[in-house]
């Protein structure tokens, strides 16, 4: 039998321990040990590495805490429009999403893509009208509504910021440790697959119908038994430019760097020099799992089959 481990994440960004309530970090603490246990019992009773991703991010987006279904941020115009992708290393089969609206579990979406669908990526409207053919479920706007996204999109919807423009002191305070929110997960099953799926409500404020790394096969998630599953966090334009995920599985590929190494070389080298803020998680099919970022925290948690069961914010 093969190792097998769980790895997920909860967005990186400016996350400092002083900004924070402790009862704010026991319940972010809570809902990753939570996320993790229940996707940890499905390798544990022989699951695939997919259905673990799934159950993983299904109850991380189910949290109003995280930016991902429930409690995903506000759009210029007030609304909420959700990304999400999903890859398993076993087949190179992906299913992703964008831009959907009123999706329960945008993982859901994504999965239903990559295993009754013909395609990969669907977007917007059609994306929402297979999700109604295919009988996923759908939730009125104020079932995502949370009063904390909500108050971090009025401080700023009259600008065009998206809570990057580090002028802005205020507007840093605010935005300070919720500027990635986005939720991830990576598993090595039993079997020695892996897979890899990401979740998010993107950037607060964002408009034209902006769309970031999450949902992007390669940039946000990729997943390849050969080299490893990776789900990534951060400011998305700059994961898309520099393909972090699929870069990661390149360096382990083309270059036989390990899971590590080659994630360290992302994070703080490739992704640092175009000023690349944020993290990523990754497994291997051996499962070995790196935890790695380069921004002030991470939202994270690892758990496997030899005793390690960790959660964590800080660095
Ligand atoms: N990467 C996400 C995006 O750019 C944001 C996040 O990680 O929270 O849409």
């Known amino acids: 039998m093969n190792n097998y481990t769980i790895a997920i994440h909860g967005g990186a960004g400016t996350i400092l321990k002083d900004d ?13 040990q939570n996320a993790l246990d229940i996707s940890y019992a499905v390798l544990h009773e022989g699951g695939s590495a997919v259905n673990a991703v799934k159950a993983a991010l299904v109850i991380l987006e189910d949290n109003i805490l995280f930016n991902a279904g429930r409690g995903a941020v506000f759009t210029k115009k007030g609304v909420q429009e959700m990304d999400a992708a999903i890859m398993d290393g076993k087949n190179l089969m992906a299913g992703a999403v964008a831009g959907i609206r009123n999706v329960r579990n945008p993982i859901e979406l994504a999965v239903e893509v990559m295993q009754n669908s013909n395609h990969v990526f669907l977007s917007g409207k059609g994306a929402n009208d297979f999700a109604i053919k295919q009988g996923i479920k759908l939730e009125p706007d104020e079932y995502f509504y949370s009063q904390f996204r909500y108050d971090q999109w009025k401080a700023i919807r009259d600008s065009d910021n998206y809570s990057l423009d580090h002028t802005h002191h205020h507007l840093e305070e605010l935005m300070k440790d919720k500027k990635f929110g986005t939720v991830g997960a990576v598993a090595c099953d039993s079997n020695g697959n892996i897979a890899a799926a990401t979740s998010t409500g993107g ?12 949902p992007v096969i390669g940039a946000g998630t990729y997943a390849n038994n050969k080299t490893c599953a990776i789900s990534c966090t951060g400011h998305g334009e700059m994961f898309i430019r520099s393909v972090a995920a699929y870069d990661v599985s390149c360096l382990m590929e083309y270059k036989n760097l390990n ?15 175009m000023n690349g803020e944020g993290g990523m998680i990754g497994v291997d099919a051996a499962g070995n799992a790196a935890l790695i970022f380069n921004s002030a925290g991470m939202y994270r948690g690892v758990k496997n089959n030899h005793g390690t ?3 964590a914010i800080y660095r």
């Open 20 to 32: 924070m309530t402790p009862e704010l970090e026991a319940a972010y603490l809570m809902g990753l």
């Open 203 to 214: 950037m607060t404020n964002k408009k034209y119908g902006r769309i970031g790394d999450s």
């Open 259 to 273: 899971l590590h190494d080659a994630m360290q070389k992302v994070v703080h080298e490739k992704l640092m020099n």
């Open 309 to 311: 069961n960790n959660v």
